[in-house]
Structures are given as C-alpha cells and as structure tokens.
C-alpha cells in the first residue's frame, strides 16, 4: 500500500509542475484555444487515474476494454500521434513561412539584366 501511495505521488508532483509549467508559459505558446483545453483534460484526466484507478478499470469496461491500463495506453498512443501530427503541421508551416521569406529576400535584392553586375 505504501508503495501506491509512493507512486502517486510522484506522479501527482509530476502532473502538477506540468501544469505549473503550462500556465507560466501561456503566453508564449501559440497553441489554440481547442489544444489548451484539450491539454487541461488530458491533466485532470491523468490526476483522477491516479487518484482513482479503479474508476478507469470500470470505464475500460464501459468502452469494452479489459483492463484500465490498456485505456490508458491506448490514450497515450492517441496523444502521442497528436503531438506529432500538430509538430509536422507545425513546422511545414514554418518551412512554408521560411520559404516565402527567402523568396521575397530574392525577389527584393534581385540584379535585372541590363543593370552592371556587382563586380566580385
């Protein structure tokens, strides 16, 4: 019993300082509103599993899953593939940002033909 209690603990530290970390970084995250929310049931949902284990057995039931842990791991798979579809969109967004930024840095310091080339 006192190894559970060690257990959630710990993990009650560790889902508390994530939500620490998240509420003094608001303003530079550039999430919207649909993924903070999201983000903020994703930690109250993972505080009452470790609060109340049992209670995710009985709704790895309802859903039609034997056991709580697999829910869990299959909840962790959907986040997980979440978080890395929103990090490529992300970043080919950025890719595309830096790609019209080069374009129009090329466009704005191009030589025309008839004017004398820089010489080098």
Known sequence: MTGQLLIQILLLVC?????????????????????KIGFILFI??????????????VVA?????????????????VAFMFTTLSSWVRFREQDLRYARLARAIALRNAVRPEDDYPSA
Request: no cysteine.
């Open 15 to 35: 889902t508390t300082a994530l939500v620490v970390y998240f509420l003094s970084n608001r303003r530079k995250a550039r999430a919207k509103a649909g993924v």
């Open 61 to 77: 039931n309802w859903v039609g899953v034997d056991r709580g842990t697999d829910l869990l791991l299959y909840a962790l798979t």
């Open 44 to 57: 109250l949902a993972a505080i009452w599993a470790v609060l109340r284990p049992d209670d995710l057995t």
